[in-house]
Structures are given as structure tokens and as C-alpha cells.
């Protein structure tokens, strides 16, 4: 059975800096991987996903996550944040083979800090 | 372009009621979902569907029924409320072989 662990639940950080939350997942079969991040009040929106290729994958708003197979980990980071990236992240894996159900971590609050 | 629609946006229930809970979805995915968010918890699959007439059984299946009559619509049902089911539902979909799940906006239940 695959699972997925987001290793802080709440991460504090001031405006500017940088920040990476974590994500490890473990499986047996090769896996889809995804970040979403969800706003107060509202859905799930993806972020980014890595599907296959180049282990490095990059959102539009400067976030990007490595995937990383030997430490079974896909961590989210960015180099400077805003007040507007104030949100709970997600972590999610997909087996492609399998229905493609997602299972999610236990979600990662980012609070930014003026 | 609506996306994934859930009616209705909150709802409160006496222990025992039953309701159903309607996706809508207009991209023509196969793939549905059904999840609930508790604090902490992350989102749990309740229940799935791979097609039009099927349905199966996620991580906590218990107290919920689903159908799938039309390949557009999800409904999920209580048929029995209890507290321990005041969550936020979220209903998903997506193509085949999972490279990408679209949710909807989220259905506030509340079981008093």
C-alpha cells in the first residue's frame, strides 16, 4: 500500500525568505507525484506534478519540488515567499496503474509572516 | 468552463438524516472521486469510479453510498448521519491513469 508523509505540520516563516516542506512517500510500484495547495475557504489546486523526465518540476509562481527515488521524497521549496503564498500544501502520490486514486499527505499549513 | 461542481456548498444535518451530495463535472473524465478533509487527517478517500455504472470502495467507505447513473455526475449519499461524518467533501476528477485530478469547490457538512 503506498502512503504519504508530510513531515511539518505547520511551517512559519517571514515574508522573503526561503522554505521547503517536506514530503517522503513509500510504495512499491512506480508512482505520479503531486504538490496542491489550497487557499481559506476553498478547493484543491495542483501546483505541479512530476509524471516522468526530469526530476526537477516548476510551477508558474516559482515553486519547485525535486523528485528524488532514492530517498522516496518529493520536497516543495522557494527561494523568497509572499504573504499571498499563506495556504495548506498537500502532498500526493498516484499509482498510474492502479485507478490512479490519490493518496495525500496529511497536509502542511505555510503561514508567511510580514 | 465550470470544472467540477458540488452542490450544495454547506449543509447542516440532524443525527440520523440522510442527504446526498451532487458532482457535477463537464471535462468528460472518466475517473470520479469522493474524499473528506478532517484537521490533520489530509483528504480520504471515500469512494471511486472508473465509469459510468461502477463504483468502488476508497480508505473509509463506512456510513456512505455512491452512485453513478450518467458519466458526468457523482452523487454521494448518507443515509444515516452521525457526527463523526461533519467534514469537508470534496469530489474530484479525472482522465485515466491519474496525471492530473481536478476538485471541486467543497461541501461544509455539519451533523448536530
Given at each position: 500500500?503506498?502512503s504519504?508523509t508530510q513531515l511539518d505540520?505547520q511551517?512559519p516563516?517571514?515574508e522573503?525568505?526561503?522554505?521547503?516542506?517536506?514530503c517522503?512517500y513509500?510504495s512499491?510500484?512506480s508512482?505520479?507525484?503531486?504538490?496542491?495547495?489550497?487557499y481559506?475557504?476553498?478547493g484543491?489546486?495542483?501546483?505541479?506534478?512530476?509524471?516522468?523526465?526530469?526530476?526537477?518540476?516548476e510551477?508558474?509562481?516559482?515553486?519547485?519540488a525535486e523528485?528524488n527515488?532514492s530517498?522516496?521524497?518529493?520536497?516543495?521549496?522557494?527561494p523568497?515567499?509572499?504573504i499571498?503564498?499563506?495556504a495548506?500544501y498537500?502532498?500526493?502520490?498516484s499509482?498510474?496503474?492502479?485507478?490512479?486514486?490519490?493518496?495525500?499527505?496529511q497536509?502542511?499549513?505555510l503561514?508567511?509572516?510580514? | 468552463?465550470a470544472?467540477?461542481?458540488?452542490?450544495?456548498?454547506?449543509?447542516v444535518?440532524?443525527?440520523?438524516?440522510s442527504m446526498?451530495?451532487?458532482?457535477?463535472q463537464?471535462?468528460?473524465h472518466?475517473?470520479?472521486?469522493?474524499?473528506r478533509?478532517?484537521?490533520?487527517?489530509?483528504?480520504?478517500?471515500i469512494?471511486?469510479?472508473v465509469?459510468?455504472?461502477t463504483?468502488?470502495?476508497?480508505e473509509?467507505p463506512d456510513g456512505?453510498?455512491?452512485?453513478?447513473?450518467?458519466?458526468?455526475?457523482?452523487?454521494?449519499?448518507l443515509?444515516?448521519?452521525?457526527?463523526?461524518?461533519?467534514?469537508v467533501?470534496?469530489?474530484?476528477?479525472?482522465?485515466?491513469?491519474g496525471?492530473?485530478a481536478?476538485?471541486?469547490?467543497?461541501?461544509?457538512l455539519?451533523?448536530?
Open positions: 500500500a503506498q504519504v505540520s511551517v516563516v517571514f522573503e525568505a526561503p522554505v521547503e516542506l517536506r517522503n513509500s512499491s510500484v508512482v505520479y507525484l503531486f504538490w496542491y495547495v489550497q481559506p475557504n476553498q484543491l489546486q495542483l501546483l505541479l506534478k512530476y509524471l516522468s523526465g526530469s526530476t526537477l518540476v510551477s508558474i509562481n516559482g515553486f519547485e523528485f527515488k530517498q522516496t521524497s518529493f520536497h516543495l521549496r522557494k523568497s515567499v509572499h499571498s503564498d499563506t495548506e498537500f502532498c500526493a502520490v499509482d498510474p496503474s492502479n485507478t490512479g486514486k490519490l493518496i495525500f499527505g497536509g502542511t499549513t503561514q508567511v509572516k510580514p | 468552463n470544472g467540477v461542481t458540488q452542490t450544495p456548498k454547506f449543509r444535518l440532524k443525527t440520523g438524516q446526498t451530495l451532487l458532482c457535477a463537464d471535462m468528460n472518466e475517473y470520479m472521486y469522493w474524499y478533509q478532517d484537521p490533520g487527517m489530509g483528504l480520504r478517500l469512494h471511486y469510479s465509469g459510468e455504472g463504483t468502488a470502495k476508497g473509509v456512505y453510498n455512491v452512485s453513478r447513473l450518467k458519466k458526468q455526475n457523482f452523487l454521494l449519499g443515509e444515516s448521519a452521525a457526527p463523526s461524518q461533519t467534514s467533501y470534496f469530489c474530484a476528477s479525472s482522465y485515466p491513469q496525471t492530473e481536478f476538485f471541486g469547490q467543497g461541501t461544509r455539519t451533523v448536530v
